[in-house]
């Protein structure tokens, strides 16, 4: 695709000069056959695949194949790919007493990231990297059990009984049914929901090297075992720079709407270096052009609304937003376009999710490419732990002060 890199791994030896690029703005990590992003013209494909067309055609566990695997895979694969992943949605029972464990104002994503480290504990025949045998049986175990540990989270939260995964459902009709139904009632399942959850889901499939991408690489260079490198990228998309911004964006439209609909104050407050205050869902690293994925996610939001023939404010108020800041010169002049967060937590709204549960979303989403990331480093000739440099810039060497003189 035309990307040029220059191979600085000798320059240290050749001229005693590391590389100092402060957030990786200007680093690459690895080479990578996953992901293509082009930031400028707003352009994301997976192994080749635009995006746009995977999630009008695909349905996700057949994404997280090509993700995993390189290619789509044919109906037999498919099939054997589907029944592996349905064999093993169940936790082991004593997982149950993790989740007693929490507080019910646990935030779920800490729940998240606890209970997939706790996998490690539970699943200790399928830990070790080097063995084939084990790495697959630890790929289809975390994604079949990720979407169960989701909805348990939830329901501990809300203080309902688990329901159990129902291996008859597909990916997301199972998840949904864990979320929402009860013992007590009959869940009906509405189908545009089961849609635009497996939409949203791929669109947040893979990313490049974004922070959790890079922090399961990270973590996993260090040849720990799969779950243990997941736990990590689950941390690090929580923050609200990541994937964290789903849920921080609705906060922050709710506040908007709260404070009378005052769109000039809040895009002065961002505009202000000396004010902390960002507009949430808005800006990207890579990304200098409208985020295809948002695109996407706006669609959805008109179509689910018009079909359940709701209105919501927030949605209004995120449109006029968008079109009072892209019509700025201070996001022009940045190039700052709405994001994936920006308009996701309006389906999941119209869904009945939680916001606290927004960012667990993005996770679900994002665990094959965790995965796929962390095979093709393990697949890689050229594998090393991962250990950047730095600048020393502390003080030389000193004597020491004893206590009582300090
Ligand atoms: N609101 C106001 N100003 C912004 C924003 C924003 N959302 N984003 C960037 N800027 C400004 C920033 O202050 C800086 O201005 P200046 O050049 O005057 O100092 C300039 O734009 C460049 O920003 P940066 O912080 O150097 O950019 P970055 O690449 O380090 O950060 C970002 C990228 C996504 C963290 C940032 O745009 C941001 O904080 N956005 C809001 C949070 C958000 O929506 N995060 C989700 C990202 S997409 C999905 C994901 O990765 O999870």
Same mark, same amino acid.
């Given at each position: 695709e035309g990307n040029r890199a220059l191979d600085i791994a000798k320059l240290a030896a050749q001229t005693g000069h590391i590389t100092l690029d402060d957030g990786y703005a200007n680093t690459g990590s690895t080479a990578s056959r996953i992901t293509f992003v082009d930031g400028e013209k707003g352009v994301l494909r997976y192994r080749g695949y635009r995006v746009e067309e995977l999630a009008e055609r695909c349905d996700f566990t057949e994404t997280s194949y090509l993700l995993i695997h390189g290619e789509l895979p044919s109906a037999e694969q498919l099939e054997e790919f589907r029944t592996n992943v349905r064999q093993h949605t169940l936790l082991h029972e004593g997982m149950k007493q993790i989740f007693a464990g929490f507080p019910p104002d646990a935030h779920p994503m800490a729940i998240l990231s606890s209970v997939v480290g706790a996998l490690a504990i539970y699943c200790h025949d399928s830990l070790d990297p080097a063995d084939e045998e084990q790495q697959e049986?630890?790929?289809?175990?975390?994604? +079949?059990?990720?979407?169960?540990?989701?909805?348990?989270?939830?329901? *501990?939260?809300?203080?309902?009984?688990?329901? #159990?995964?129902?291996?008859?459902?597909? #990916?997301?009709?199972?998840?949904?049914?864990?979320?929402?139904?009860?013992?007590?009632?009959?869940?009906?399942?509405?189908?545009?929901?089961?849609?635009?959850?497996?939409?949203?889901?791929?669109?947040?499939?893979?990313?490049? *090297?974004?922070?959790?991408?890079?922090?399961?690489?990270?973590?996993?260079?260090?040849?720990?075992?799969?779950?243990?490198?997941?736990?990590?990228?689950?941390?690090?998309?929580?923050?609200?720079?990541?994937?964290?911004?789903?849920? +921080?964006?609705?906060?922050?439209?709710?506040?908007?709407?709260?404070?009378?609909?005052?769109?000039?104050?809040?895009?002065?407050?961002?505009?202000?270096?000396?004010?902390?205050?960002?507009?949430?869902?808005?800006?990207?690293?890579?990304?200098?052009?409208?985020?295809?994925?948002?695109?996407?996610?706006?669609?959805?939001?008109?179509?689910?609304?018009?079909?359940?023939?709701?209105?919501?404010?927030?949605?209004?108020?995120? *449109?006029?937003?968008?079109? !009072?800041?892209?019509?700025?010169?201070?996001?022009?002049?940045?190039?700052? #376009?709405?994001?994936?967060?920006?308009?996701?937590?309006?389906? #999941?709204? !119209?869904?009945?999710?939680?916001?606290?549960?927004?960012? !667990?979303?993005?996770?679900?989403?994002?665990?094959?490419?965790?995965?796929?990331?962390?095979?093709?480093?393990h697949l890689a000739p050229n594998m090393r732990i991962h250990r950047p440099r730095q600048v020393y810039m502390g003080h030389s060497e000193r004597d020491f002060v004893p206590l009582i003189k300090r």
């Open positions: 049986l630890a790929i289809y175990r975390m994604l +079949a059990k990720m979407p169960t540990i989701a909805a348990f989270s939830y329901k *501990q939260s809300i203080g309902q009984p688990f329901i #159990y995964p129902e291996n008859r459902l597909t #990916y997301c009709q199972n998840f949904l049914q864990m979320m929402f139904a009860v013992p007590s009632e009959r869940y009906e399942m509405d189908p545009a929901f089961v849609d635009a959850l497996n939409l949203v889901l791929i669109l947040h499939a893979d990313h490049g *090297q974004n922070c959790s991408t890079s922090a399961v690489r990270m973590v996993g260079s260090s040849t720990v075992n799969l779950f243990s490198s997941i736990s990590a990228g689950i941390c690090a998309l929580w923050g609200a720079l990541h994937g964290g911004a789903n849920e +921080a964006c609705i906060n922050m439209l709710e506040m908007i709407l709260n404070d009378g609909r005052n769109l000039g104050k809040y895009i002065d407050k961002a505009r202000d270096s000396n004010d902390p205050f960002r507009l949430m869902g808005f800006g990207h690293r890579v990304y200098k052009n409208y985020d295809p994925r948002a695109k996407v996610i706006k669609e959805v939001c008109h179509r689910l609304l018009e079909n359940h023939g709701q209105e919501d404010p927030l949605f209004e108020l995120a *449109q006029e937003l968008e079109e !009072v800041a892209l019509n700025d010169s201070y996001f022009v002049d940045r190039k700052l #376009y709405p994001n994936v967060d920006f308009y996701s937590g309006i389906i #999941y709204r !119209v869904m009945g999710i939680p916001k606290n549960m927004y960012t !667990v979303l993005f996770a679900l989403g994002r665990l094959p490419g965790w995965i796929a990331h962390w095979r093709e480093m």
